[in-house]
């Protein structure tokens, strides 16, 4: 896998289990540059009852950031809502929270730190993440046809009031290719609720993916599903 060096994302471990979790992600290649000049977001990982407790005084050891990011990888923590954190995001409780992490981080290294050929930025991503929500990476590969991967999409229910993101990767921009790959892409983001909020990003880089980031309120997810 190729290395991924975050210039603009701090990890921050809150207990030795989360510091861990950074060493492993480290060794895989996927890691904050040391003293990087331009952090906008601190990312503070919680993996027990104690980190959880000392998420305040964890933060006041490092520099400030635009946004403060409470990642729990335990969905039985409970984190307090504070003035000076942006966000509490957890996984679903039936994935692997590790993985789960390696792909938020992919995601955020594609879309904020490479510029993207259609418009968005960490202002855009903010807004999927804030408050506390529930959050998950939906990864395809895809080779010429991107159809394949918008079929395992579909299967992914969509929540009334969730915010989503649709990112595509391209090996390199060809106007007729595009124009094709956008019918069936165009015709899937028709199927999303009006009430959710939806952002869609294409950016060059390989292999050639497609994701769809969720991010769902804590309060929205007993609600009924949409069906695809």
């Not at 809150?14 to 040391?34: C, F, M, P, T």
């Not at 159809?147 to 395992?152: G, I, K, R, V």
């Not at 994701?211 to 929205?220: E, Q, V």
């Amino acid at each position: 896998m190729e290395k991924i060096a975050l210039e603009s994302l701090r990890l921050i471990a809150a207990d030795y289990v989360s510091q861990q979790v950074i060493d492993e992600l480290r060794s895989e290649g996927i890691y904050s540059i040391k003293n990087s000049p331009n952090v906008h977001v601190n990312v503070v990982l919680v993996s027990t009852d104690k980190g959880a407790d000392n998420v305040n005084e964890i933060l006041e050891t490092h520099a400030c950031a635009r946004r403060n990011v409470i990642i729990t990888m335990n969905p039985e923590l409970c984190i307090k809502e504070e003035s000076g954190i942006y966000s509490i995001l957890s996984f679903q409780a039936d994935s692997n929270p590790y993985l789960e992490l390696k792909k938020f981080l992919q995601l955020y290294n594609i879309c904020i730190e490479n510029h993207g050929i259609i418009c968005f930025d960490l202002s855009d991503f903010s807004i999927l993440i804030r408050g506390r929500n529930v959050i998950s990476t939906h990864s395809y590969v895809y080779k010429k046809d991107i159809t394949d991967a918008l079929a395992h999409l579909k299967s992914i229910c969509i929540k009334e009031n969730g915010r989503y993101l649709l990112a595509i990767t391209i090996a390199n921009y060809d106007n007729n290719e595009m124009e094709k790959m956008m019918l069936p892409v165009s015709d899937y983001m028709e199927s999303f609720p009006d009430k959710n909020i939806f952002n869609f990003t294409i950016t060059e880089a390989t292999p050639k993916t497609l994701t769809l980031f969720t991010s769902i309120p804590c309060s929205s997810m007993n609600k009924k599903d949409t069906p695809k």
